[in-house]
């Protein structure tokens, strides 16, 4: 089969490589649509010891079983395999699992590919009115919606849900999307990039802005940088929340002493559980997460110039959508 494979850093070529496998309970895949994640951008600019080269990246996909009792059911795939048997997975918190395992991270190859092999478990079945490339938004989306929801049940009764999202990528624009379909208020995104406002500008019902003076009950950092934590900081209100999901870098621009002074909650949000994943997906079939559209869709056989442009910051739209076969 093909794939696109992350050999060293800033470079990723679309070549051959041996035929996915499916161990036992587990369906082959024939991906039809595959997103660029920042996850990914991570791997591909050498910031990411998790995923050593060579390595097929990605893990936000949909695409059709091949084969067996499912054959030619559409699905979307949670990446994230879980034991099943742990305290966290019994409690329904399969992301802390001990021993969990995404693809795109080793020992499981990703989805930068024609094909994967993934357990029946972690297939969402897909109806035929909602198109590949955005079933494929739903990991993505869960992990927005999981932070979201962190955020909204941390929050103390008497505030309102106004929010404020740092970052208008996909991760961004998801989390204001799902609080809005939550039941927040107004929720504003400060994006920096004039390119990526613009291209925002009326998407999603939310505000897009360069930057904000306001404060706000929930703040949620999509993005993970020192200025970006440092920024939260400053415009959480006292009492409020903070929901930190960006993986930017590990240290620096939490306000500790305001923090602590003024009762500020901080809430570390990773991936989702695989119930945050199925609500997730049902948001997206029956359109509260909106029309979708956010999207850029190319060839896999193109992801390294897709790679290459979003590392110059030369793509508008918050996801690019890879198909393998086209």
Same mark, same amino acid.
């Given at each position: ?31 039809? +649509?595959?997103?660029?994640?920042? *996850?990914?951008?991570? $791997?591909? &600019? %050498?910031?990411? @010891?998790?995923? !050593? ?84 938004? +739903?990991?993505?989306?869960?992990? *927005?919606?999981?932070? $979201?929801? &962190? %955020?909204?049940? @941390?929050?103390? !009764? ?84 903070? +929901? ?83």
């Amino acid at each position: 089969m093909k794939a696109l494979v992350y050999e060293g850093v800033e470079q990723v070529a679309f070549r051959d490589v041996p035929d996915a496998s499916p161990r036992e309970g587990e369906h082959l895949i024939r991906i039809e +649509a595959v997103g660029i994640c920042g *996850s990914d951008m991570h $791997a591909y &600019l %050498g910031h990411d @010891a998790r995923r !050593p080269a060579p390595l097929i990246l990605g893990h936000e996909a949909a695409g059709v079983i091949t084969g067996g009792s499912r054959d030619g059911a559409r699905v979307t795939i949670n990446p994230l395999v879980s034991c099943g048997a742990c305290t966290a997975c019994s409690e329904g918190r399969e992301n802390l699992c001990p021993d969990r395992q995404i693809i795109s991270m080793p020992p499981r190859e990703g989805a930068f590919a024609q094909y994967v092999a993934m357990p029946e478990t972690n297939l969402v079945t897909v109806p035929d009115h909602v198109s590949f490339a955005r079933a494929a938004l +739903a990991e993505p989306l869960a992990v *927005s919606w999981h932070a $979201a929801r &962190l %955020g909204l049940e @941390a929050l103390h !009764p008497g505030m309102d849900k106004t929010a404020l999202v740092i970052g208008g990528g996909a991760i961004g624009v998801a989390a204001a999307l799902a609080l809005m379909a939550m039941g927040s208020g107004d929720v504003v995104i400060v994006e920096p990039s004039e390119l990526r406002r613009n291209y925002l500008q009326g998407v999603g019902g939310f505000n897009v802005a360069a930057e904000t003076e306001d404060t706000f009950p929930l703040v949620v950092d999509a993005v993970g940088f020192a200025a970006t934590r440092a920024l939260a900081s400053a415009r959480v209100q006292p009492g409020g929340v903070i +929901a930190h999901v960006g993986l930017g870098e590990d240290t620096r621009g939490l306000d500790i002493r305001r923090m602590t002074l003024q009762e500020i909650t901080f809430v570390g949000t990773y991936t989702y559980t695989a119930e945050d994943f199925r609500q997730t997906a049902r948001a997206i079939f029956d359109g509260r997460l909106g029309r979708l559209d956010w999207i850029e869709e190319r060839a896999l056989s193109d992801g390294a110039e897709a790679f290459r442009d979003l590392r110059k910051g030369a793509v508008a739209a918050p996801k690019i959508i890879l198909a393998p076969w086209v």
